[in-house]
């Protein structure tokens, strides 16, 4: 991992943090000596990971999270203040998505959870964040949309939908507050190794590797390093920029 002193101490949320490359973010900002507040919806896997980070000597702590729902982001930022005094950074990574269909097809409920989480939970987010940066003098929001914020995909309009829309906020919100110290940007993965794609893929790490140039499949750790350079110092130049973490399939 890439030293980043001016991570340390510093106070970072974390969404759906409990499992894939939420929970692989909060390991990185926990090793070099940040302090991890994490929200998710599964109580039990948060407080696994948060428990995990203070094993490791790190300081975490855990708020059970529904990003859907604006008084649940409010009360994630709200507890962060109240254990750390401030926000200095985030990661709006809680998203999910539902089965394969043309949109002819597509549940109804499919389409309002997708939207629900994986974009107005992000929006919620950087308000509630964006709010308490203000009072402090800045720090970086890193929103997770997907390589599927770039371009589409046939049977997930929904998804997609959700996905562009968060580049979209990116941008503006980039611009709502480059001049008051806040940075925002997204990182846009490929496919990469969690949770979420295995039980897409039933296990089968090969099965979209010849999609990608790089003819694998990619690890949350992988994002976590792009995720990590984007909340520090090293990217104190970078904002409403997406950065594709996809093996080179948004190239081509």
Request: aromatic share 6%; net charge negative.
């Amino acid at each position: 991992m890439t030293s980043y002193p001016d991570l340390e101490g510093k106070v970072f949320l974390v969404t759906g943090g409990g499992s894939g490359m939420g929970r692989e973010v909060c390991l990185a900002l926990a090793s070099v000596g940040a302090k991890v507040v994490l929200g998710n919806r599964s109580e039990s896997a948060g407080r696994a990971v948060a428990d995990a980070l203070g094993a490791a000597g790190g300081a975490g702590v855990f708020c059970r999270t529904d990003v859907s729902r604006a008084a649940d982001c409010a009360g994630l930022v709200q507890y962060a203040l109240d254990a750390f005094g401030r926000v200095d950074g985030a990661f709006n990574n809680a998203g999910l998505q539902r089965e394969f269909s043309d949109i002819h097809e597509t549940p109804d409920e499919d389409i309002c959870d997708v939207i629900d989480v994986n974009l107005k939970g992000v929006l919620y987010m950087m308000k509630y964040v964006a709010r308490a940066m203000l009072e402090t003098g800045g720090g970086a929001i890193v929103n997770n949309s997907s390589i599927f914020g770039l371009k589409a995909m046939p049977h997930l309009a929904y998804y997609v939908a959700a996905k562009h829309g968060i580049i979209g906020a990116t941008r503006a919100a980039a611009l709502d507050y480059a001049a008051s110290g806040i940075r925002v940007n997204a990182v846009c993965p490929g496919p990469i190794k969690t949770p979420s794609l295995d039980r897409v893929t039933g296990g089968d790490d090969l099965m979209y590797a010849d999609a990608v140039p790089m003819q694998r499949i990619g690890q949350a750790s992988e994002v976590a390093s792009a995720v990590l350079w984007l909340l520090s110092a090293q990217s104190a130049y970078v904002t409403g920029s997406s950065i594709s973490v996809d093996g080179g399939m948004s190239a081509g």
